[in-house]
C-alpha cells in the first residue's frame, strides 16, 4: 500500500504540473472528462437495474447518460458543449457559494468576531462568478491551473500518506506485539502465584 500510494502521488504531481503548465488544453479536456463519468454512471445505473436496486427511470437516465458519453467520445465537437457547461457550471458555483457567505456571516454577525471577512470573501466570490459569464476563456485558463493545483495537492497527500502508512504500520504491530507479551507474562504470573 505504502508504495502504491506514493507512486500514484508521483503521478498525480507530475500530471498537475502538466495540467497548470497547458491550461487551456487542460480545461478542454474536461468535456472527454464528463463524457467518461457519464459513461460509467450509466454502466453503474444499468447493473443496479439488472440487480433490482434501481427502478425504470433510472434505467433510461443511465442509458441515456451512455448514449452521450459515447455520442462525444465519438464526435468530439460534441466536448465542447460540455466545456461550456463546465464554464457555466463554475459561474454558478462561484456566485452561490459567495451567497452563501454573504448570508452567513451576516446571520452570526453577533457570535462571530470576523464576519466582516466572510461578507467581503462573498463579495469576491460573487463578482468572480459574474467576470466568470462575463470572461469565459480566462474562466477556462483558470480552471486548468485549479485542476492542476488540486492534482498536485492529492500527489503531495498519496505521498505523506503512503509515508505515514508505513510508520503507522510498524507503530500498531509494535504495540500488537507488546501487548501480547504483556499478557502471555500476566498470565505467566497468574499461574505462578497459583502454585
Request: aromatic share 12%; proline share 2%.
Amino acid at each position: 500500500m505504502t508504495i502504491i500510494s506514493i507512486i500514484l502521488g508521483i503521478i498525480f504531481i507530475i500530471g498537475g504540473f502538466s495540467c497548470m503548465f497547458t491550461p487551456l488544453a487542460t480545461f478542454l479536456n474536461t468535456g472527454y472528462f464528463f463524457c467518461i463519468l457519464l459513461f460509467i454512471y450509466g454502466i453503474i445505473g444499468i447493473i443496479r437495474f439488472c440487480g433490482k436496486r434501481a427502478g425504470v427511470l433510472e434505467l433510461i437516465i443511465s442509458i441515456l447518460a451512455i448514449i452521450a458519453g459515447i455520442t462525444v467520445i465519438f464526435h468530439p465537437g460534441q466536448s465542447l458543449v460540455f466545456d461550456r457547461m463546465a464554464l457555466i457550471f463554475i459561474a454558478c458555483w462561484l456566485i452561490i457559494q459567495g451567497v452563501l457567505s454573504i448570508v452567513t456571516a451576516v446571520t452570526f454577525r453577533a457570535t462571530k468576531k470576523g464576519w466582516g471577512w466572510g461578507v467581503v470573501i462573498g463579495i469576491i466570490g460573487v463578482l468572480a462568478g459574474i467576470y466568470s459569464f462575463a470572461h469565459p476563456v480566462l474562466t477556462a485558463l483558470t480552471a486548468g491551473v485549479l485542476i492542476g493545483l488540486y492534482f498536485v495537492q492529492t500527489g503531495f497527500d498519496l505521498i505523506f500518506f503512503g509515508a505515514a502508512f508505513g510508520k503507522v504500520k510498524s507503530a500498531v504491530e509494535g504495540a500488537i506485539t507488546g501487548a501480547e507479551k504483556a499478557s502471555s507474562s500476566e498470565a505467566d504470573a497468574g499461574d505462578e502465584t497459583e502454585k
